[in-house]
């Protein structure tokens, strides 16, 4: 396992909730968040690096043409992982909707074993709990995880000037077997520029 780092200037992300928040959560009855946009950014780099996608099965490389993400939810008993399913057919808004299902689904103690089975990648937000960074531990058998982390003002050069800007670390681990460097950097690359500028991800890009 090899564990790459980037950077993410959330702001435009940050700007896309602000000016639409409002009208995200009258038209789809549920509140625009952060997951939904890794989620989404990731689909498309996973797409784009269908190797972060793949899996070791025996002496076989096995690649899949859909996207199951499981994503962490934290719940009274423990960390639970369940999957959202086919992310590559979903709007950001379905996204929202079917991971407010499974969280609510998690903290009730009604999670099963299929519900958590068959992921082809996992993202994981320690930033909600405040940390700043870490390396997280793959899922097996899944080639790749991305781990999330705490958006904190720092001071960036944009041109000239050093500005205050709203910045996400995030880590890609990877399973060097499969993935090669070049293409675990690539894929991280890829999400932080959806995720910097969302039209991407509306545009499918």
Known sequence: MLTTFNEIDMSAYINMRKDFGEEFLKKHNIKLGFMSGFV????????????????????????RDFVDIS?????????????????????????????????????????????????????????????????????PPQSAILGMHATKLRPVVVGSQILARPIMYVALTYDHRIIDGREAVVFLKTIKENIEDPRRIVLGL
């Open 40 to 63: 989404k950014a990731s689909t498309l780099a996973l797409m784009d690096q269908p190797v972060v996608n793949a899996v070791i099965d025996g002496k076989d490389m096995v690649y």
């Open 71 to 139: 994503v962490a939810v934290s719940t009274p008993k423990g960390l639970v992982v369940p999957v959202l399913r086919n992310c590559q057919d979903m709007g950001m808004h379905n996204v929202e909707k079917e991971l407010a299902a499974v969280a609510d689904k998690a903290k009730k103690g009604n999670i099963t074993l299929e519900d958590m089975t068959g992921g082809t990648f996992t993202i994981t937000n320690g930033g909600v709990f405040g940390s700043m960074m870490g390396t997280p531990i793959i899922n």
